[in-house]
């Protein structure tokens, strides 16, 4: 409710004040990037909502086709057009679906952090530090993994997420929505935060696919998706930035969301200046012009 004691209560600065992307080129001979990224959300995407749905056996059929099919299909898609890619994995669906996130961690592919329960990170909440470490023991208990990367369970963060992230030793996230390149956080106390390797509504697949329980939205068309994705993809493309994907098993592991990706992917592929990777591929290159760009800064004012 907004009253004039909240509207008073708002900063009169950008919520986000991380510099400018820097400017640097993306490697040899690529002009353009895209973070080729997956969200395994399993049942957790359901229970999140309402812990009552883990009793409702047809809400939860929805996150289970990604184990029983949603998965092995997109890693079977990504061996086949020899891309490897990121999973930001939940920590319940590690633990409910082990051979699931066995099967990504042997095809190659990285997996980042997603929460444990997917529960929505909310200013205040008491569970944000919980969620995190339970995150982390699950990855590493059940696959050795400890994660670089963090993508926020529906895409939501707050400042103290921000600064526990750095503390945890995530290097890069992936869910804020405001830039094309990749860009620094800076944190409340002046501190340097995260990578940020930024995401677009226009490549979450739930927006335009998932046959989700009583959603309001109809399923679009594939011609009208992949005019969409190759529309974004181009322009990007000329603007030597990135995309990142956000794509979920439960809908781009469908047969038809399936095809769709597939002949995306095709398309991506054949684009010769396009930089198809992963969220450490893409931080690690930052970081590395990152150091050289404070190194020349260091040498300029001697
Ligand atoms: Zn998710």
Redesign the pocket.
Same mark, same amino acid.
């Given at each position: 409710m907004l009253d004039s004691k909240a509207l008073a209560s708002i900063p009169l600065i950008p919520a986000n004040t991380a510099p400018p992307a820097p400017d640097y080129p993306w490697p040899k001979p690529y002009t353009s990037a895209m973070f080729l990224s997956f !969200?395994v !959300?399993a049942e957790s995407?359901w229970t999140s909502k309402d812990a009552l749905h883990a009793q409702r056996l047809i809400t939860m059929s929805y996150g289970g086709y990604e184990a029983r099919v949603g998965t092995p299909k997109l890693l079977e898609l990504l061996d086949q057009l020899d891309l490897k890619a990121t999973f930001f994995v939940t920590g319940w669906s590690v633990d409910a679906h082990p051979a699931m996130a066995e099967a990504i961690l042997k095809a190659g592919h990285e997996i980042g952090h +997603?929460g444990y329960h +997917?529960l929505l990170p909310d200013p205040g909440d008491p569970w944000i530090e919980e969620e995190l470490e339970r995150g982390f023991e699950a990855l590493k208990r059940r696959l050795g993994v400890k994660p670089i990367g963090y993508r926020a369970?529906y895409g939501e963060f707050t400042e103290e997420l921000r600064a526990a992230l750095v503390r945890h030793g995530i290097v890069y996230t992936s869910s804020f929505r405001d830039d094309v390149r990749p860009y620094r956080h800076l944190l409340a106390d002046g501190r340097p935060g995260t990578i940020e390797l930024p995401v677009t509504a226009s490549y979450d697949d739930w927006m335009h696919g998932l046959s989700a329980r009583f959603s309001p939205r109809s399923i679009f068309p594939k011609e009208h998706v992949l005019s969409i994705w190759k529309d974004e993809l181009d322009e990007v493309r000329d603007w030597g930035a990135m995309v990142t994907t956000v794509l979920h098993p439960q809908c781009s592991g469908r047969p038809m969301r399936l095809r769709l990706l597939r002949e995306f992917l095709t398309y991506a592929k054949s684009c010769s200046d396009l930089w198809i990777t992963t969220g450490e591929a893409i931080a690690a290159n930052f970081q590395s012009h990152e150091t050289a760009a404070a190194s020349r800064a260091d040498q300029a004012s001697r």
């Open positions: !969200d !959300d995407a +997603h +997917h369970p």
